[in-house]
């Protein structure tokens, strides 16, 4: 038997030991609510909550947050939101590695890692916000990151996938992106893996809204912009800093649907049958298919939008809502590095919290 007890050990061993990690989770919606559960178990065991928050309230007491029903009662008990008072329950643990979660969408919130970082906190986020937003944010982060403040990021591109960090290693050992190509939404892959002109588009589209695979606002997920926010963070990664405005963007809402409220445009979706009828029907006489990619070439070129592609295109091999990233680089150049798999949903991407919030330790 090794002689070395791990932290993770000791702390299932001795529920009194101080945990390595303490954390403060922002964001107990469908990801957050997934991430709570997760930390109720074995695996998360060097993790405390020290505190919690949705966008009104938060919960700083230890009995409350262990709580199994804490993510419920937070909707309508707890303390008003305030930022310093998790930072302070953060401070006031004695743990080595102090990390703040950020599982919201909030752009105000995102602002503030570079901050946190530079306050000696580490993030570890499923928000795209900054990462993938405009670029003085980044160069703000990047120049935090140099006070040795960690950024957990793996959640914000396919859900955990290993697709940010397989960019980061192939960096490192001196390899350059010369293409990257991919699927990078789940219900875009959904929508397009489905549409083969049987049904119209709109009914495909209330369907994978009923199934939960779009947001409420199904033109978060066809105005592209989801995804481009990905491919800035692949990019980035890559070496290719680029702006916002660098990345051509097809929407795939018609722009008289774009400035109505939610109800107008779910009643009014049939409006978006014909036009992607004809661009299918084009496609299909050829014998290509349609598929929403995401582009970056080595010039640092990026497109996001509706492709025909070939019938042997990876791109026509994908199922349900996986994710795809077909990485060329100057050591993979004969077949490119494909990465594929599941690239949305709570528990993954949850996991992939987990796993950025356990390498701090
Ligand atoms: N769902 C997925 O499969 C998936 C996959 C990869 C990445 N993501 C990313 O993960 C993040 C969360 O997604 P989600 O699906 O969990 O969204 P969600 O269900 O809408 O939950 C968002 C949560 O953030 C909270 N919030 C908003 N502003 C806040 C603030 N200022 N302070 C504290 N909490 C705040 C909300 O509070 P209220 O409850 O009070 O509104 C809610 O609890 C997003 O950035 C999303 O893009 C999601």
């Known amino acids: 038997m090794s002689a070395v007890l791990t932290t993770e050990a000791a702390v299932a061993s001795n529920p009194l030991a101080s945990p390595a990690i303490a954390a403060v989770l922002l964001g107990t919606g469908v990801v957050g609510g997934a991430f709570l559960k997760l930390l109720n178990t074995p695996a998360a065991a060097s993790i405390r909550l020290v505190g919690a928050a949705n966008s009104r309230r938060q919960q700083t ?66 928000n795209k916000s900054l990462a993938g937003g405009d670029l003085p944010g980044w160069r703000t982060l990047q120049a935090a990151l140099a006070s040795g403040g960690r950024y957990g990021d793996s959640a914000t591109v396919g859900a955990g996938l290993p ?31 489905q549409y083969d002109g049987s049904q119209p588009f709109s009914a495909l589209l209330r369907r994978a809204r009923e199934l939960g695979y779009t947001e409420p606002d199904p033109r978060c997920d066809l105005s592209g912009e989801d995804v481009a926010r990905k491919l800035l963070i692949l990019a980035r990664c890559a070496g290719f800093a680029l702006r916002p405005d660098e990345v051509e963007v097809e929407s795939l809402v018609p722009e008289s649907l774009r400035g109505v409220d939610v109800e107008t445009f779910l009643a009014r979706l049939e409006e978006l049958d014909e036009p992607l009828a004809a661009r299918f029907a084009e496609a299909k006489a050829r014998g290509g298919s349609l598929r929403f990619l995401a582009r970056l070439n080595q010039r640092g070129r990026a497109r996001v939008g509706l492709v025909e592609v070939p019938a042997n295109h990876p791109a026509t091999r994908l199922y349900g809502t996986d994710n795809q990233f077909a990485l060329s680089t100057t050591r993979y150049n004969t077949q490119p590095l494909v990465i594929q798999g599941p690239g949305a949903g709570p528990e993954v991407t949850a996991q992939a919290l987990l796993g950025d919030v356990l390498a701090l330790a």
């Open 163 to 193: 697709v940010i960090s397989t960019l980061r290693r192939l960096r490192h050992c001196g390899d350059a992106l010369l293409t990257l190509e991919g699927v990078f939404s789940g219900s875009l892959s959904y929508l397009f893996n």
């Open 61 to 126: 007491q230890a009995e409350h947050l262990a709580d199994r029903a804490l993510r419920e009662k937070l909707k309508s008990h707890g303390d008003v939101r305030n930022d310093a008072a998790l930072l302070a329950a953060l401070d006031a643990h004695d743990a080595a590695v102090k990390v703040v979660i950020d599982a919201t969408a909030c752009g105000t919130l995102a602002s503030r890692h570079s901050e946190w970082l530079a306050r000696g906190y580490h993030v570890v986020t499923a």
